[in-house]
C-alpha cells in the first residue's frame, strides 16, 4: 500500500485512542522488568508520544545492554535496578506505594510474577473491589470498540467476582473517553435461562443486581449467546429486543477459559488488535503481550493512561 493510500484511510480505533492519549498529560509509569526489545520499545515509543513517563525497575546492565544491542535511547529515563523478575516486580509495586507511579507496565517478565507482587495481602495494591482484566480489541468488521472481560485473572469468577468485573469495564468504559453508559452483554452457550447451563443463571442474577443498584453506569441484558450479542440480525431471529442484543460494547465471558479462546479467535480468525489492561488494583496495570504489536502495546499504554488521567482528575482533594 502507498503512503498516499495509507494517509487517505480513515484512523482506527486504535489510532483515535492514542491520539486522545497523546492529549493528556504523560503519566508517570513503573515499567517493570523491560529486558527485551519489545518491553523496552513499548515504553520507549510510549514516551516518545507524550503517554507515560517511565521510570524503568529492573537488573540495570540487563536494561541498558537490551537499549545498546537494539540501538534504543533510554538516556532521560531513571533506572531503579533490582536484582531479577521477582525482585522488580516487588520494587515496582514499591514505588507504587511511594507515590512514584500512577500505572504499573509489565516488561519481559512472566504474568504471575507481576499479578503476585500486585495481588500480594500486605504489601500489594490490592483494593475493596476484585481484580480483573479487560481485552480493549478493535474488530476490523465491528463498529464498536470491544471490550472483553475476564480472560486472563479469574479463572472460574463466582457472582460477587463477576459483578466485579463488570464494574471495573463499566468504570474503564466511562472514565477513560469511551462513552457513557456502555452496553454490556453476559455471554452464555444461549440465550435462555436454564437451570443445565449455571452461567446463564448468573446472568440473570447479574441483570436483577443492575436493576437493584448493585452494578451502575451500564446497560445490561443476558444471558445472551455472542451472536445475538454482537449481531443485530442473529437477535432478531431469536426474538430477543434489548438495547444490548446485537450491539454490545462490552462483553462479560462466563470463565477465563472461555474469554481466553473467544479474544484470540478474534485476534487470530478476525485480525484483531487487542490492547490489555488490568483493573481493581490501586492502579491500572497495563498487561502487554509477548506477541502484542508496537501498536497494541502502544494502545494499552493509551487506554491505562486515559483511565488514570480520569482518576486524577476525580481524585478528592486533601484538605489544608
Known amino acids: 500500500m502507498s503512503a498516499d493510500a495509507r494517509k487517505a484511510q480513515p484512523p482506527s480505533k486504535y489510532d483515535r485512542l492514542i491520539a486522545a492519549a497523546e492529549a493528556v498529560p504523560p503519566i508517570p509509569t513503573i515499567v ?26 529492573g537488573p540495570e546492565r540487563k536494561i541498558r545492554d537490551t537499549a545498546a544491542r537494539y540501538d534504543l535511547s533510554i538516556a532521560s529515563f531513571e533506572i531503579v535496578n533490582a536484582a531479577h ?56 468488521a465491528y463498529a464498536e470498540t470491544l471490550f472483553v472481560t475476564d ?25 477513560a473517553g469511551f462513552g457513557a453508559s456502555p452496553r454490556v452483554a453476559i455471554l452464555s452457550a444461549v440465550e435462555t435461562v436454564t437451570s443445565k447451563i449455571p452461567s446463564t443463571i448468573e446472568a440473570a442474577a447479574l441483570c436483577k443486581m443492575a436493576e ?63 490492547a490489555g489492561i488490568v483493573l481493581g488494583a490501586r492502579v491500572p496495570v497495563i498487561l502487554t503481550s509477548r506477541a502484542d504489536p508496537p501498536r497494541a502495546r502502544m494502545a494499552s499504554a493509551a487506554v491505562a493512561a486515559l483511565y488514570a488521567n480520569a482518576r486524577r482528575q476525580h481524585a478528592p482533594i486533601a484538605a489544608a
Open 32 to 57: 517493570v522488568h523491560p529486558c527485551d526489545e519489545a518491553s523496552l520499545r513499548g515504553a520507549i515509543d510510549s514516551a516518545a508520544a507524550g503517554i507515560i513517563h517511565p521510570v524503568l525497575v
Open 85 to 140: 523478575s521477582d525482585d522488580a516486580a516487588a520494587k515496582g509495586v514499591e514505588l507504587i506505594h511511594a507515590g512514584k507511579g500512577e500505572m504499573l507496565m509489565k516488561g519481559s517478565l512472566h504474568t504471575d510474577e507481576l499479578m503476585r507482587a500486585v495481588t500480594a495481602k500486605v504489601e500489594g495494591l490490592r483494593t475493596e473491589r476484585r481484580i480483573s482484566h479487560v481485552f480493549v480489541m478493535d474488530v476490523p
Open 151 to 175: 480472560a486472563a485473572i479469574n479463572i472460574f469468577p463466582d457472582l460477587d467476582a463477576k459483578r466485579d468485573i463488570i464494574q471495573n469495564a463499566i468504570d474503564l468504559y466511562n472514565q
Open 212 to 274: 437493584r443498584g448493585q452494578i451502575t453506569g451500564g446497560v445490561l441484558d443476558g444471558p445472551l449467546a455472542f451472536d445475538n450479542a454482537i449481531d443485530i440480525g442473529a437477535a432478531r431471529i431469536k426474538g430477543i429486543k434489548s438495547e444490548v442484543a446485537g450491539r454490545a460494547q462490552i462483553l462479560v465471558v462466563p470463565d477465563l477459559e472461555a474469554g481466553n479462546m473467544l479474544a484470540k479467535n478474534l485476534a487470530y480468525f478476525a485480525k484483531a488488535d487487542s
